[in-house]
T-cell receptor, first 109, second 119 residues
Framework: GQNIDQPTEMTATEGAIVQINCTYQ??????LFWYQQHAGEAPTFLSY??LDGLEEKGRFSSFLSRSKGYSYLLLKELQMKDSASYLCAGMDSNYQLIWGAGTKLIIKP | GAVVSQHPSRVICKSGTSVKIECRSLDFQATTMFWYRQFPKQSLMLMAT?????????EQGVEKDKFLINHASLTLSTLTVTSAHPEDSSFYIC???????????????FGPGTRLLVL
């Protein structure tokens, strides 16, 4: 079957770094997406990885290892506004997104 | 980034009425559009997938006669909740997939969502 696993909740301190891990099993693979969702709002696109390695975009970076079925989202210099849920989604061979349940990130001052 | 609009953002209706929600990709052509539902503190639930000009594919457990989806063009999809009941109250989010912003990879972008409250 298809499955995306990520931690339910994480807590970090303002100004620190946090890494949110995601493991995936999909029928075929066409990339791994990360989305951010603030409470009461729709998700917004953060990153897409289809090749192994690290993609950096400002304070946010995303890493993919296809052989391990593993990805992580790295957030640096955390700000209070980064408090949100972070959704990992794998795209299968039919180009359908398989969603994780999301990781709620709590930032403390 | 790519823009997907959704209208209305919020709707309150009486039980038994029908509600139409529009989803538009404003600056790119969407090869596929998706409709999700999200209950408070729960994950996104995919309701249906639609390609322009063809019938939507509904997920198991989603009634196609109750949630009518029309994908009339590459930039517009509508979801009509027919004979809405209080249990249909939820946050409905559309998503459009396409090439946007000069990228080479199709990405899925979300609309801002529609909060439906059925009294």
């Amino acid at each position: 079957g298809q499955n995306i696993d990520q931690p339910t909740e994480m807590t970090a301190t303002e100004g620190a770094i946090v890494q949110i891990n995601c493991t995936y099993q999909t029928s075929g693979f066409n990339g791994l997406f990360w989305y951010q969702q603030h409470a009461g709002e729709a998700p917004t696109f953060l990153s897409y990885n289809v090749l192994d390695g690290l993609e950096e975009k400002g304070r946010f970076s995303s890493f993919l290892s296809r052989s391990k079925g593993y990805s992580y989202l790295l957030l640096k210099e955390l700000q209070m506004k980064d408090s949100a849920s972070y959704l990992c989604a794998g795209m299968d061979s039919n180009y359908q997104l398989i969603w994780g349940a999301g990781t709620k990130l709590i930032i403390k001052p | 980034g790519a823009v997907v609009s959704q209208h209305p953002s919020r709707v309150i209706c009486k039980s038994g009425t029908s509600v139409k929600i529009e989803c538009r990709s404003l600056d790119f052509q969407a090869t596929t559009m998706f409709w999700y539902r999200q209950f408070p503190k729960q994950s996104l639930m995919l309701m249906a997938t639609s390609n322009e000009g063809s019938k939507a594919t509904y997920e198991q457990g989603v009634e196609k006669d109750k949630f009518l989806i029309n994908h009339a063009s590459l930039t517009l999809s509508t979801l009509t909740v027919t004979s809405a009941h209080p249990e249909d109250s939820s946050f409905y989010i559309c998503s459009a997939r396409g090439l946007a912003g000069g990228t080479q990879q199709e990405t899925q972008y979300f609309g801002p969502g529609t909060r439906l409250l059925v009294l």
